[in-house]
Structures are given as structure tokens and as C-alpha cells.
């Protein structure tokens, strides 16, 4: 049976946006940048706070996965919920995914008060996603296949009228293909390999 039913595309940006927003002589900069893993949001994140080092707060919120299984705000000093929520908040709204928005706050001398800070940094996020390209995602999951030589050319087949994107092959003692396979095609795959056959499926990422 295929799994013709389940969503498997969301939307994420194409490359890096800026953004900006002044309040009280307050200046909220938004960077937006696409990202797949925390260790991209870590590197991202450590090299922003070293460039702009004379800003008093660097507040992010980061959104990874189809339905956003991975995610983290930050307030950075700021109030509790007064940063890091809204920018995530921005995040749900736009129901937008494999994301990292870094809101930096260069103090202007007047205290915005919390519904201050909530609208600045909600507006100067939402600036950054307007000002995005945006793209659609397909979630994917990757399987490596492990047959004997005289299997392998069935599994090929398979791939092959399936459109199956091909990222790894190794060739030992047997035979290891890996492949990336959207989401929606996953049982339909599975069920094509010949339950006669001695092949190993194995999923990489759950």
C-alpha cells in the first residue's frame, strides 16, 4: 500500500535574509539563515556573537525537521519570554521549518518595557522572513540497502522506477547502497523488494 496520504513537504527559506527594526533608539538586526542540524545552529550562532560583539543581546529561536521536532528559543539576558518566544512564535505562524532567526539588540538608551521587546522582536523577525526567499522541502528518510552481487541488480530496478536518489555505494564482500527516500514513497519501497530475496534493509534516521 502506498502511503499516498502523508504530507511530506514544508517550507523553509533559500538562502540567508536581513532584517531590521527601531524602537526608542533601540535597533533590532534579524538574521534568518536555513539550517538542517543544531551543530550548523551552534557554528552559526558562535559566529554571529563574535561578529557583532558590541551588541548587549543576540537572541535566537530555531525551528529543524518537517513538523519541527527540533527546536530551542533564547532570551540572551533579555526578559524571560520577551525574545526568544516571539521570534519562535513567528516561526509557528509562518509554520516555516529548518530555520535559525538571530535577532541582535543594540540598546538605545530607553527601556521598551516587555510589550516593547515582545513587539520589536516579533516585528524585526517578521521583516527577515518577509524580506526570505522561500522554498518547499521534501522530508526524506535515508536506507542503505545491503544484498549479495547477484541481488543488487534487482534492487537497481527498484530504484530505479521509483526515482530513488542514490547517495552512497559500496562494494565488498556484498553489495551496500544508500539511498534518500522522500517520505511518502518509504512503504512503497519497502514492499517492492522481493520478500524471497536475502536483502537487508537499514533505516539511518527515524
Known sequence: MVETDQIDSYISIAEPSKGLYKELGSKFISLAYPVESVEEVKEIISNIKKEYFDARHHCY?????????????????????????????????????????????????????????????????????????????????QFTIESSYQDLEVVMKIIKRLNIQITNQEYQIECKTTVKIRLNQVEHFVSSIPETLNIKIICQNT
Open 61 to 141: 529561536a530555531y525551528r529543524i525537521g518537517i513538523n519541527g521536532e527540533e527546536w530551542r528559543y533564547n532570551d540572551d539576558g533579555e526578559p524571560s519570554s520577551s525574545a526568544g518566544k516571539p521570534i519562535y512564535g513567528q516561526l509557528l505562524s509562518n509554520n516555516i521549518s529548518d530555520i535559525l532567526i538571530i535577532v541582535i539588540r543594540y540598546f538605545g538608551g530607553t527601556k521598551l518595557g516587555i510589550p516593547g521587546l515582545i513587539r520589536s522582536y516579533k516585528t524585526a523577525t517578521l521583516d527577515a522572513l518577509n524580506n526570505s526567499i522561500k522554498i518547499e522541502k521534501i522530508a526524506t528518510k
